[in-house]
């Protein structure tokens, strides 16, 4: 089982995900420096806190020689600066095609994740065990585009098949990360569902519907997993939630304005120039 090749989310694409088909777009030039910028940013948190140097290029090697704290310290600085600092929004909606983003909403923001190599599953970093989207709030008709900023092939996602329409008891609040993503109250129903192991390389990006029931893969390999996503949601579903109407503009813009926004990727891309020099000096 391997998910579907794309080269655009369509409509089509958008409705047949969230019936619980998987899609891959390959890496593209765009995406690829795409991932190239996140981890650009990475590294320069990483070289404030630790004060060892890196690069875009050795980060992954950098951050998976360090103790668990100063990654989490790092993760917390990463979704502090990414609020400020949506670049990869816009990328992401251009993932959309025109006749399809008439009628979607993306969200404004979204923070890369590090996940560092360990045996040890009590040590996993930001690790999410198998859970849907829907169990903290958001609207079960949501898909998830999700990039690989590093290669993940020891490290990926896994997508549980024809887990969309089957109702699962969940809690939160009990052990690590519980209380963000939720457990299982019984572990043993994700056996119901054959799994599809996802590890997309560099570059590459998943299209999945987020009441999939789904969890990160450990680490296993000798670099760090770095991975950051955007949901994308129908304008008609919003309107139907309050919650989430009152929401739009705060969390989620119409992908045909964030498609408006100026383009910034090319100049933050080149090291020498005025923009690339303001948004160094407020970070």
Not at 140 to 149: D, G, R
Not at 151 to 161: D, H, N, T, V, W
Not at 218 to 232: C, E, F, K
Not at 235 to 250: L, P, T
Request: some cysteine; aromatic content about 10%.
């Amino acid at each position: 089982m391997t998910p579907t090749v794309t080269t655009s989310i369509t409509e089509d694409v958008f409705q047949r995900a969230l019936t619980g088909e998987v899609f891959i777009m390959r890496c593209t030039d765009l995406s690829a420096d795409v991932a190239q910028v996140v981890r650009w940013r990475i590294a320069r948190i990483f070289t404030k806190i630790t004060s060892i140097p890196s690069s875009a290029e050795d980060i992954t090697a950098k951050t998976a020689s360090v103790r668990p704290d100063v990654i989490e310290k790092v993760n917390r600085r990463l979704r502090i600066s990414f609020s400020r600092w949506p670049i990869s929004a816009k990328y992401f909606a251009t993932l959309i095609s025109d006749t399809c983003a008439k009628s979607k909403l993306i969200q404004r923001f979204r923070y890369p994740i590090l996940i560092p190599p360990s045996v040890d599953p009590v040590e996993w970093i930001e690790f999410s065990p198998p859970h849907k989207d829907s169990w903290y709030g958001y609207p079960k008709e949501t898909v998830n585009l999700w990039l690989a900023c590093s290669s993940a092939k020891e490290a990926g996602l896994q997508i549980f098949l024809n887990s969309i329409d089957t109702v699962m008891r969940f809690k939160t609040g009990l052990g690590k990360n519980a209380g963000v993503y939720g457990t299982l109250e019984e572990p043993k129903v994700c056996d119901q569902f054959p799994p599809m192991k996802c590890t997309p390389e560099t570059g590459e990006v998943l299209i999945f519907c987020t009441d999939a029931l789904h969890s990160s893969l450990p680490n296993t390999g000798l670099q760090t997993r770095i991975a950051i996503d955007y949901r994308v949601i129908d304008r008609r579903v919003a309107s139907k939630r309050s919650q989430w109407n009152n929401g739009v503009g705060r969390f989620f813009l119409p992908v045909t304005t964030v498609l408006r926004c100026p383009p910034i990727l090319e100049s933050i891309l080149l090291s020498d120039n005025p923009v690339s020099r303001r948004i160094t000096q407020f970070y």
